[in-house]
């Protein structure tokens, strides 16, 4: 047999900004709030690179506690991904990017 050892306090993984898709909504991870450090966003999408570029603004969409509602994005762009997915963050531009064909985090984690 092939025992593994727990370790409870191992390698300590970095926090990442993770974006959450479903249906209706983005949801924004601690991590991501943090980053962005504002309570309205605006949405918009790459079609050429299938990017979804989150940014921090003044006047836009607001963070309602975690969440985003954007159903309307979602239409108007005809996307249809969901799940969590890991979020590029750019200090320069506030901006969190989520490339819905590379960023996927796997289904275990």
């Known amino acids: ?6 370790k409870p ?4 993984v970095p ?6 898709l ?3 909504s983005i ?3 601690k991590y991501a709030r943090e980053k962005l450090n504002v309570d309205k966003v605006e949405l918009a999408f790459d079609r ?3 990017t979804i570029r989150i940014r921090g603004t003044e ?8 969440k985003v509602f954007g159903r309307g994005f ?3 762009f005809n996307i249809s991904a969901k799940g969590k997915f890991y979020a590029k963050y750019d200090e320069k531009e506030n901006s969190l990017y989520v490339n819905l064909d590379r960023d996927q985090v796997p289904q275990n984690q």
């Open 1 to 6: 047999m092939a025992f593994e050892v727990y």
């Open 9 to 12: 306090r191992g390698e300590r």
């Open 15 to 20: 926090k990442l900004p993770l974006v959450t």
């Open 22 to 24: 479903s249906k209706n």
């Open 27 to 29: 949801v924004l991870n």
């Open 48 to 50: 050429e690179t299938n």
């Open 59 to 66: 006047d836009g969409q607001n963070i309602k506690k975690t």
């Open 74 to 76: 979602f239409n108007h």
